[in-house]
């Protein structure tokens, strides 16, 4: 967030004379002549700040989201620039909607680029949107509430059989994915430390056994989900890296997979194709759910207050039953420790399983 000269007061370099305020419009505009008859300045002025008026402003980029990317395509990025009351509405991954225009911004070589200017920022996932969405509701959806809290146990089924529903089976596997999704208790103890209450899952098993599927389905339900693939990330794109700013030049923090889905749920997919380096940059981000960054001159302590959902393959492809779950996947010790729960997934040669499952695709 950065201040805006809105109105500007100068004062003449020459004679004192004061002006009154200039508007601004994208760029630093002076006076045209200085309001003394007997000075005619013209480019000699002082900016006053006291009498200026300032507003804030933040320059935020928008990525199309994943499902109306056009096919072959790469997502497409937008500056925005929101100004006032609309600042910090929406967060580093949020799926936001913005009102406003498109305008041409003046380059400092002279030239243009094309930016969203914003009036109105709504971003989904914030913290009062229960709240909105109970508000919103009518009074035969307020009962049909009700009746579902007072069928008991009944709801907790219903919920299951909710999760991933075009997955057949697995029942055990979503009761874990749900229990993930509502999420546990965070605590903090008398000394101040902070104790996780988010729930990390990993999901071990063959083959064409819808590990991919519940990992998709969840990235598409949470507001705040990141899908990514542990072969085609990088330390730096799991957490945070520091880059250039191209208009001050000073080193920026740029959020990583694990900060957009503060608040959220992280699915890595092809966990165990990950290098080690990189499981290894996790390890904080799974236990103290935080990111500490120190480069550049740049020393942070960033929140990564997410739970990790992952999908891994055995060694060797199939899934050894004569031998342990530690022996089975190609994680070390310490990541495996991070996981509150295990899930293996089987595919067996059972011909009432697959009919039982061609005819759920099917139907």
Not at 109 to 126: I, S, V, Y
Not at 154 to 174: C, I, M, N, Q, W
Not at 315 to 331: E, I, K, P, S
Request: proline share 4%; with cysteine; net charge negative.
């Amino acid at each position: 967030v950065r201040p805006e000269l809105i109105a500007g007061a100068f004062r003449c370099a020459e004679c004192g004379t004061e002006s009154g305020a200039v508007a601004q419009q994208f760029r630093f505009t002076e006076p045209a002549v200085c309001e003394n008859s007997v000075c005619q300045n013209r480019t000699a002025w002082t900016l006053d700040v006291a009498r200026s008026e300032f507003a804030d402003w933040q320059r935020v980029r928008v990525q199309e989201n994943a499902a109306e990317i056009p096919a072959g395509s790469m997502p497409r990025t937008l500056d925005v620039i929101v100004r006032g009351a609309a600042v910090e509405r929406a967060k580093p991954g949020d799926r936001a909607r913005f009102t406003g225009s498109l305008v041409a911004l003046p380059e400092p070589d002279g030239g243009h680029r094309l930016a969203f200017l914003a009036c109105h920022a709504d971003a989904d996932g914030r913290d009062d949107e229960g709240d909105a969405f109970l508000a919103g509701l009518t009074r035969d959806e307020r009962e049909e509430l009700a009746a579902m809290a007072a069928g008991g146990a009944d709801v907790y089924a219903r919920l299951v059989a909710s999760v991933a529903p075009t997955v057949f089976g697995h029942d055990e596997l979503k009761r874990g994915v749900l229990l993930q999704l509502l999420g546990g208790v965070h605590k903090r103890t008398r000394e101040g430390m902070r104790l996780r209450g988010d729930i990390n899952v990993c999901i071990v098993g063959d083959p064409s056994t819808s590990k991919s599927q519940l990992l998709k389905y969840v990235a598409g339900f949470l507001p705040r989900a990141v899908f990514t693939s542990g072969k085609a990330s990088s330390a730096a794109g799991l957490t945070a890296s520091v880059v250039r700013d191209d208009e001050t030049g000073d080193f920026t923090i740029e959020a990583g997979a694990l900060m957009l889905a503060d608040h959220g749920v992280c699915c890595i997919d092809e966990f165990d194709k990950m290098d080690l380096k990189d499981q290894v940059a996790i390890h904080e981000a799974m236990e103290q759910q935080t990111i500490t960054i120190a480069k550049a001159g740049i020393h942070a302590t960033l929140n990564a207050r997410t739970a990790i959902l992952a999908a891994a393959n055995p060694v060797g492809g199939r899934y050894d039953r004569r031998l342990t779950l530690r022996q089975n996947v190609a994680m070390s010790p310490p990541i495996m420790s991070r996981f509150d729960l295990f899930f293996v997934v089987l595919d067996d040669a059972n011909d009432t399983t697959d009919y039982n499952t061609a005819r759920h695709i099917v139907a």
